[in-house]
C-alpha cells in the first residue's frame, strides 16, 4: 500500500492564481480530511469528508473548495490564491472515526507571493 | 482560541529528566490521538484512547485520558534527544462526525 499520497510536494503560487492540491488514499478509507499547518498553530482543519459525495466544512473553510466524487481521491481546490494561504497543508485519512488510526500525506509546502 | 489546548506551547528539558504535556477541552472529546512530529517533516502517530481513565504506554511514553474525557496528558520518562519534536494532540469534538481536530502543538527541545 502506497498510503496516503499528495502532490505536489512544494508549489509557488501568485497571488490571484488558482490550484488544485492532490490526495489519494489506496487504504479504502471512508473519512479523509485536509489540514494546513502554521507555526504556533498546530493544525487546523480546512474541510473534511466521510464518504464518497459528502464532504463538510472544518475550522477555516474560507478560500478552499473540496469535492469527493470517489472514495480514493480527496483534493483541495484554492480558486484565488492569497498571501494568508501560504502553509503546509496535509491531506489524512482513517477507517473510521474515533477508534482508527488516522493517516497523514508527506504534506504539501505551499508559497503563494 | 482552539477548542483543544495544549500546554506547555514549548518545553526545554535536560536529558534525563522527565516531562508531562497537557491537553484539555471544555467538551467531552471522542477518541484521543497524540502525534509527533519532527521539524520539517511528516506526523507519527503514537497512540489513541477511547475509554475514560484509559493509560497506554509506548518505550518511555505514557499517555492518559482522565475519566470526564475532558483532558489528556503525555509523559516521557527520562526524556532523550530523540524524543525532540513537535507534540500534538488530536480528537473529535463530537461523536460520529468524522470531525478530527488538533490543539496547537506542543515544541519539545532536549538538551543533551
Known amino acids: 500500500n502506497a498510503g496516503v499520497t499528495q502532490t505536489p510536494k512544494f508549489q509557488v503560487l501568485k497571488t490571484g492564481q488558482s490550484m488544485t492540491l492532490q490526495c489519494a488514499q489506496d487504504?479504502?478509507?471512508?473519512?479523509m480530511s485536509w489540514y494546513r499547518q502554521d507555526p504556533g498553530m498546530g493544525l487546523r482543519l480546512i474541510h473534511y469528508?466521510?464518504?464518497?459525495?459528502?464532504?463538510d466544512q472544518g475550522e477555516v473553510p474560507n478560500g478552499y473548495n473540496v469535492s469527493r466524487s470517489t472514495t480514493e481521491d480527496f483534493p483541495l481546490r484554492l480558486l484565488s490564491a492569497a498571501p494568508s494561504q501560504t502553509s503546509v497543508y496535509f491531506c489524512?485519512?482513517?477507517?473510521?472515526?474515533?477508534?482508527?488510526?488516522?493517516?497523514f500525506g508527506p504534506g504539501t509546502r505551499l508559497t503563494v507571493l | 482560541s482552539q477548542e483543544l489546548e495544549q500546554s506547555p506551547q514549548s518545553l526545554i528539558v535536560q536529558e534525563g529528566k522527565n516531562l508531562t504535556i497537557n491537553c484539555t477541552s471544555s467538551k467531552t472529546l471522542y477518541g484521543l490521538y497524540w502525534y509527533k512530529q519532527k521539524y520539517g517533516e511528516g506526523l507519527i502517530f503514537l497512540m489513541m484512547?477511547?475509554?475514560?481513565?484509559e493509560e497506554k504506554s509506548h518505550e518511555k511514553i505514557t499517555a492518559k485520558l482522565d475519566e470526564k474525557k475532558q483532558q489528556s496528558s503525555l509523559h516521557i520518562t527520562a526524556s532523550q534527544p530523540s524524543h525532540a519534536g513537535i507534540y500534538l494532540c488530536g480528537a473529535s469534538p463530537s461523536r460520529n462526525t468524522g470531525k478530527l481536530i488538533f490543539g496547537q502543538g506542543t515544541t519539545l527541545q532536549v538538551k543533551p
Open positions: 484512547l477511547q475509554k475514560g481513565g
Open positions: 469528508s466521510v464518504g464518497a459525495g459528502i464532504t
Open positions: 487504504m479504502n478509507h471512508e473519512y
Open positions: 489524512a485519512s482513517r477507517w473510521t472515526p474515533e477508534r482508527d488510526e488516522q493517516f
